[in-house]
């Protein structure tokens, strides 16, 4: 079984990304809120949908989120960063997020599994 980004086929990797998130967000519901800080761009869209004279915070947003992902990309991966995937990570991440909020069941190795609020898994 390989154990790196990109080597499973899309609905596998939306099936692996729901997972995570429903268990991690019933063993440790505090931080699964949390993670709305992590979202900025998604974030920051919502808020300008609904505040359409304060669009200055989504370009500030997107500016800090830039400078994030080309230090990293640059400093730490050595490469420059994907713009395009960028953004469109920021909205799928944001949706798996939300997606995580709703359903007690996950699929793992072709199994359903119920999700216990204390984070435990039972056989279906």
């Known amino acids: 079984m390989e154990h790196r980004i990109g080597s499973e086929d899309l609905q596998t990797n939306a099936i692996h990304r729901l997972r995570w998130a429903r268990s991690t967000r019933r063993s ?11 979202y900025p761009i998604p974030v920051a869209l919502l808020f300008c949908a609904t505040q359409p004279d304060w669009w200055p915070v989504l370009l500030v947003t997107a500016a800090l989120r830039g400078v994030a992902a080309w230090a990293t990309s640059v ?3 050595r490469k420059q960063p994907n713009w395009p ?13 939300i997606a ?9 190795r072709g199994r359903r599994y119920y999700v216990y609020a204390d984070g435990r898994f039972e056989l279906r």
């Open 28 to 38: 440790r519901p505090a931080g699964y809120v949390g993670q709305l800080f992590t």
């Open 85 to 97: 995937l960028l953004v469109v990570q920021d909205l799928l991440s944001f949706a798996f997020w």
């Open 100 to 108: 995580g909020f709703f359903g007690n069941t996950v699929v793992w």
């Open 75 to 77: 400093w730490i991966l």
